[in-house]
């Protein structure tokens, strides 16, 4: 007798499925739906808007119900493009090709976007600049609200240098301005723009409130301001030739500035009666001169993160009697490069003019192989508000020893300390290197902070990763 064919499973879309499962002793059956299909469009694209977009696309595969859902993804997310490349061969010859994510584009039907976002990592291939064009004007089309372009180019060097130019000319004329005006959140990786053009967006871009530009070559000087400004959050990093910020932004909340050349007169703070969280750094000279700049917001600062590049003279400003308390800090994070030749506890000067200080964060970094010294004495100055102290790049030196001793005997309120040996980094002039710590000098380490943690205020909980 021939044996029969199994029938397939026919798709049962809104149907109920019954399905065998043992619920105990009377062996009932348990009636199962297909609740995400019967899900209304609207929630299934906000899911799918959570995704890359190649995920996405991938769901057409499950049911005709998914075949055309990702087409109205209100989030366009191509993460790394480069994952689409395929080489295109045309006469003979081998071509980037981004088809694929053309074709995307072509088939998109969602009338706007939420967020449009692409990231280029190779450094030997990229997108044309036409493509990125046809691109970025598509997003604007769409009245997209978050931008994002990240040409990072693998970033072989910190002085890896951007050749993509932002366009200019569509978003002069009217239409232009009409499409970015919905425009909240725009954020630009090793993308050359204009001052002028950035000053542009801010004038025209009303609900703008998000804007951050890295690695700008064309960027020299800018002036955030205007009474009618939204923006909340401002970053400028890592732009090679930039000469001044002017900023007098009544709604600005969070700033991050990293300078490259080290123009003296940079920042230039004007008005931000809103700012609490500041995050500073130089590559090529003191902080000093740039945290002076924004020193009328001092008092009002809750987060303030410092990258001192072999500077910790800074506790002679200060100690300076014109140098405002920091009442309102409670997070501190504190980037040192440090050598055998400084004492850490200079830094103790800026702790003490914090005094409702809710959390410390020190990330050493070491300019050589630190040796061992005397430890010097440590100051008292009891903290009533210090709870949490998190060292990384502990090497149990000297100099870190003696300002962790510091923290047992002045942080009468701490409830952790942690203490990282993961990972210790050595810099050599401009490149860093990865300082290679042999197992006897890990133990040493862990071996200085277990004792160190003999010496914290009772209650404090000792953490060693």
């Known amino acids: 007798m021939p044996k029969r064919k199994a029938k397939r499973s026919k798709w049962t879309y809104g149907k109920r499925i019954k399905l065998p499962i043992n619920l105990g002793d009377k062996g009932e059956t348990y009636s199962e739906v297909d609740r995400i299909s019967q899900l209304p469009d609207a929630i299934l694209i906000s899911i799918l808007s959570l995704l890359s977009i190649r995920e996405a696309a991938r769901t057409c595969f ?18 790394d493009i480069d994952a689409l490349y395929k080489p295109l061969k045309k006469r003979g010859q081998t071509t980037p090709s981004y088809n694929w994510v053309n074709q995307v584009l072509q088939m998109h039907q969602c009338p706007s976007l939420d967020a449009f976002r692409f990231c280029s990592s190779s450094t030997y291939i990229r997108p044309s600049s036409s493509e990125i064009d046809n691109w970025i004007e598509f997003g604007m089309q769409k009245r997209v609200q978050r931008l994002e372009i990240d040409l990072e180019a693998g970033r072989l060097s910190p002085f890896s240098y ?10 002069r004329s009217p239409f232009g301005v009409s499409c970015i005006k919905s425009l909240k959140h725009l954020s630009l990786s ?47 990093s890592d732009c090679m030739y ?20 080290g123009f003296y007169d940079s920042i230039r703070l004007r008005h931000a009666p809103l700012l609490v969280n500041v995050s500073l750094a130089e590559s090529t ?13 001092l008092p009002q600062l809750v987060t303030l993160n410092l990258n001192l590049h072999m500077n910790l003279n800074m506790s002679a400003m200060v100690r300076h009697p014109e140098f405002p308390e920091l009442t309102c800090l409670k997070d501190l994070t504190l980037n040192v490069v440090a050598s055998d030749r400084q004492s850490l506890l200079n830094l103790t000067k800026l702790i003490e003019r914090s005094p409702f200080l809710h959390r410390f964060t020190l990330d050493l970094r070491w300019a ?12 008292k100055c009891p903290h009533q508000c210090l709870k949490v102290v998190k060292f990384s790049g502990f090497v149990g030196s000297s100099i870190d020893t003696e300002l962790a001793m ?60």
Not at 62 to 79: A, E, P
Not at 368 to 379: A, D, H, I, S
Request: contains cysteine.
């Open 368 to 379: 050589r192989v630190p040796c061992l010294r005397n430890l010097q004495k440590v100051n």
């Open 190 to 236: 090793f993308v050359n723009i204009t001052g002028e053009l950035v000053e542009h967006f801010l004038s025209n871009c009303e609900l703008l409130e998000h804007l951050c530009v890295s690695c700008s070559d064309q960027l020299v000087t800018l002036k955030v301001a205007g009474s009618s400004l939204r923006l909340k959050f401002l970053q400028i």
């Open 285 to 297: 000279r003191s902080i000093v001169p740039t945290f002076l700049s924004v020193k009328s917001c």
């Open 162 to 171: 951007a050749s993509y130019i932002f366009p200019d000319k569509p978003f």
């Open 62 to 79: 499950l049911s005709k119900r998914w075949i055309y859902v990702w087409k109205q993804v209100t989030c366009l997310n191509f993460y």
């Open 242 to 261: 930039l000469e001044k910020i002017e900023i007098c932004a009544p709604n600005l909340v969070s700033f991050i500035y990293h300078g490259m050349l």
């Open 406 to 465: 510091y923290f047992t005997e002045n942080a009468v309120a701490l409830e952790t300390f942690l203490v990282d040996l993961r990972k210790v980094v050595v810099e050599e002039s401009t490149l860093l290197s990865e300082f290679v710590t042999t197992q006897k000098q890990l133990r040493a380490a862990r071996k200085r902070a277990l004792q160190i943690g003999k010496k914290l205020p009772p209650g404090t909980e000792l953490i060693v990763l």
